[in-house]
């Protein structure tokens, strides 16, 4: 599949009072793995707003899915079944179709199945916790899972992150490449978290927050959780008589 709309101009620059700041001592590894010195602004060129293409014909039957994608066969994983999906659109609001949407996430008792994880909570035989898919033509993606427990990590004596889904979004561009995490709605652990709290404004951490969706449920099976995400847009779509790509 070609992305539906070609890309040119450059793109918005992020809104740094929007996004949290490089160094944010509550979190800890920030204090080394931040800038010392002033950034620097280059002009964008063509190694940013060039990006790779994605096409169904990479994906496999169940990459979406990962109740069963590392599930032994007629078993699933374990914990509370649910559906996540929602719309991928730009700065302006408009879908962005054929980005590659990549998630992983600790399992129902909040352990990652990766060697350097050593927290207590067993690890599921018929859980690997990665999955992706592709957004189509009106920039919809979703994805089966479970639920994820939350778990401690080394920052404060106390710290433990809230249930979250790690997201990667590749969208047309380089710059548009977007990490971030999905927390779920009502959990209480959210404001008690570490990297939650260098987001300076609490509107800022609502947009990373999952609404319960039962609309979108499946009766006796899993209840949705809806999650739009926003990449960056391009600078040349402020026309309003005009849209970029007609
Ligand atoms: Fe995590």
Redesign the pocket.
Known sequence: MKNAMPEAGGFFQRERNWHPPAFAPGYKSTVVRSPRRALISFPQTLSEITGPVFGHQMLGELDNDLTLNHARPGESAIGPRIIVYGKVLDENARPVPGVLVEFW??NAGGR?RHKKDGYLAPLDPNFGGCGRTITDAEGNYFFRTIQPGA?PWPNGINDW?PA?I?FSLFGHGFVQRLIT?MYFEGDPMIWQCPIVNTIPDKRAVETLIATLDMQAAVPMDARAYKFDIVLRGRRATLFENKLEGN
Do not use: T
């Open positions: 996430q600790a990652y778990y992150r979250h790690h995490q």
